[in-house]
């Protein structure tokens, strides 16, 4: 469960099991001790909780107590899901923020009645969340119980809570016709001209709700300059088209500068493959000069200078134009998940905060708002780790192994798997193994599995030494010494 999620559980003994299930899931083998420091309760508290999460989930998942701690298993996964979700059917808040996204609002009053709280606690309720929606500038307003704030701001949250969050009882889902429908308009309006990385689900998601608060009387305003320009583009005329279609099915249509909106919020989603969108995506947008100088600036002071530097402008300047462009929108348009945030602060220490170092330099020319710079370094640490596994110059890496036949081809096929689209692997045969030949070849790294060939064949090559079967940190050691970071493929 994501943390804007767990943040707005009344309950805390619901919140701290969700923690708890995430623990779990995560190492599938723990200690209670392990647990009750992660989550800093006692070990009593952990073993009651375990034993009501047994008991809740039944035969769908197995809590198996030894000596040493818990084997947690899912037996079956569907039930287990449905099961988990049921853990929040009383939660007020996810029931208030429903009705609020469907418009169907109540005072405060009324609002406790149904829910079976007096009005006191209710309210108590409601300011104990507050600090959450402050997060997006936002605020739960009293009577009639509602969240007030930009509209942009309010969409980003019932996105973000909708879409990206974990599943739950309380999840909205467009109609079922309304995905259909979507999906079959979406076939028809092929050859776009302007890629981008969202999905399809987010996609509609970004329409449903857009038509859900324009149609309760809310309206999101855009830039003159950009929706201008947006308007201009052949994509727009496409997107504008199946808009107007799905309007027609449920009785609604939305006018140019909403499908503008949704449009900006789609095109600014970058990709790292289609160079040719991004070449083009620049040359639409690109209206402030200043982008230029701040990508080739970062691309000069963390890139590799054997890379593509060419192709990594690009695509720089195409990430630091999103970026822009959604400040221009609103600023909230460049908030992260605050779970990624963490995520990436720890798994990619370094880089993260040499982005934020970044960020905060260049902030004042990109015009950035002081709230959401570590979200921005955020995003720029994992779209520069994307483009390193892609762009990242190859490597020419030899392999000398020894072992079983079988052993040795296991090797080679996951040294293919994990490195053979990135690098040239080179693995040595008995004919082909000698010293002049190794000397000959322009070698960046030399992989071997049998010491005695680091004094016999190694010479001036870097090497690793790995295990006779290599473990999972043999891999990762390799990883390292080309530069690329271990957890994309061992996390």
């Not at 107007?244 to 989603?269: M, N, R």
């Not at 995506?281 to 054997?306: C, L, M, N």
């Not at 030949?437 to 790294?445: C, G, P």
């Not at 190694?458 to 043999?474: E, F, G, Q, R, S």
């Amino acid at each position: 469960m994501r943390d804007l999620q767990l943040q707005l559980i009344n309950d805390r003994s619901t919140a701290r099991r969700f923690q708890l299930l995430a623990i779990i899931e995560r190492e599938q083998f723990v200690t209670t001790q392990y647990i009750a420091a992660q989550l800093g309760v006692s070990q009593r508290t952990i073993l009651t909780d375990i034993q009501l999460l047994k008991d809740h989930f039944g035969e769908s998942a197995a809590f198996d107590a030894s000596n040493t701690g818990y084997q947690f298993a899912e037996l079956d996964i569907t039930t287990y899901n449905q099961k988990k979700q049921t853990l929040l059917d009383n939660e007020p808040i996810y029931e208030i923020i429903s009705n609020i996204f469907y418009g169907e609002l109540d005072t405060l009053e009324d609002t406790a009645n149904y829910l079976n709280y007096s009005p006191g606690s209710l309210r108590r309720i409601l300011q104990s969340a507050q600090s959450v929606l402050r997060q997006y500038g936002l605020i739960f307003q009293m009577n009639p119980i509602q969240i007030v704030g930009e509209e942009i701001a309010i969409r980003k949250f019932f996105f973000d809570f909708y879409y990206e969050g974990s599943q739950t009882t309380h999840t909205l889902h467009p109609p079922k016709g309304f995905q259909q429908l979507f999906l079959q308009l979406s076939e028809e309006a092929k050859n776009i001209e302007l890629d981008t990385a969202v999905g399809i689900a987010s996609f509609y998601y970004r329409i449903y709700i857009a038509f859900e608060r324009y149609r309760q009387g809310f309206r999101v305003a855009l830039p003159e300059s950009l929706e201008t320009i947006i308007c201009q583009e052949n994509d727009f005329e496409k997107l504008s088209h199946l808009i107007a279609t799905l309007g027609k099915t449920y009785d609604y249509s939305l006018p140019k500068t909403e499908v503008a909106a949704i449009h900006f919020d789609i095109l600014t989603q970058r990709t790292v493959r289609a160079i040719d969108s991004e070449i083009l995506f620049y040359a639409r947008f690109g209206i402030w000069p200043e982008i230029e100088t701040i990508a080739k600036q970062y691309v000069t002071s963390f890139t590799d200078s054997s890379w593509d530097q060419a192709t990594l402008l690009t695509f720089y300047k195409s990430f630091f134009l999103s970026i822009k462009i959604k400040e221009a929108i609103s600023p909230i348009l460049n908030k992260t998940m605050s779970d990624t945030i963490k995520s990436i602060r720890t798994n990619q220490t370094n880089a993260f905060y040499q982005n934020v170092s970044f960020i905060e330099e260049y902030a004042a020319q990109l015009q950035l708002s002081t709230k959401y710079r570590e979200d921005i370094a955020t995003s720029l640490t994992m779209y520069a780790d994307l483009l390193s596994h892609f762009y990242a110059a190859k490597k020419q890496i030899y392999f000398i192994l020894e072992g079983d036949s079988l052993t040795r081809q296991s090797i080679i096929s996951k040294a293919t798997q994990f490195f053979g689209k990135q690098h040239q692997l080179t693995f040595i045969s008995i004919w082909d193994l000698s010293k002049e030949r190794l000397q000959e070849a322009s070698i960046d790294l030399i992989v071997t599995n049998y010491s005695p060939y680091i004094t016999d064949y190694v010479a001036t090559n870097p090497y690793v030494l790995i295990n006779a079967i290599p473990k999972a940190k043999d891999w990762q050691t390799i990883c390292i010494h080309l530069g690329l970071d271990p957890s994309y493929f061992f996390a």
